[in-house]
Nanobody, 122 residues
Framework: QVQLVESGGGLVQPGGSLRLSCATS????????MGWFRQAPGKEREFVAT????????VYVDSVKGRFTISRDNAKNTVYLQMNSLKPEDTAIYYC???????????????WGQGTQVTVSS
């Protein structure tokens, strides 16, 4: 059983930056694809980014390309999401998740964290 714990969320002004972290335990981290998803109030959960087991391949939703960067440190069992040039529409609860396959589909992720709130507002 894999446990995931997100951290790093908070309140930031438009144009600012945040770095989310997701620490994992209880499983072989390097065997999992890791993903970030987000859910804004009243909206469906949305794919944000994913990174494969080695960290070589990544995929992003179009709305965050060029602003967000997903990375992982297999030695630390941690995945990160660096978020720059934040916009009010990035406001959401951000979740990390683990999957045995390389996918953008939320239903294919087996383990989820509890989420961390990101609020972008002046």
């Amino acid at each position: 059983q894999v446990q995931l714990v997100e951290s790093g969320g908070g309140l930031v002004q438009p144009g600012g930056s945040l770095r989310l972290s997701c620490a994992t335990s209880g499983g072989a981290f390097s065997t999992y694809t890791m993903g970030w998803f987000r859910q804004a109030p009243g909206k469906e959960r949305e794919f944000v980014a994913t990174i494969n087991r080695s960290g070589i391949s990544t995929v992003y939703v179009d709305s965050v390309k060029g602003r967000f960067t997903i990375s992982r440190d297999n030695a630390k069992n941690t995945v990160y999401l660096q978020m720059n040039s934040l916009k009010p529409e990035d406001t959401a609860i951000y979740y990390c998740a683990a999957s045995k396959i390389y996918t953008m589909l939320a239903r294919s992720y087996d383990y989820w964290g509890q989420g961390t709130q990101v609020t972008v507002s002046s």
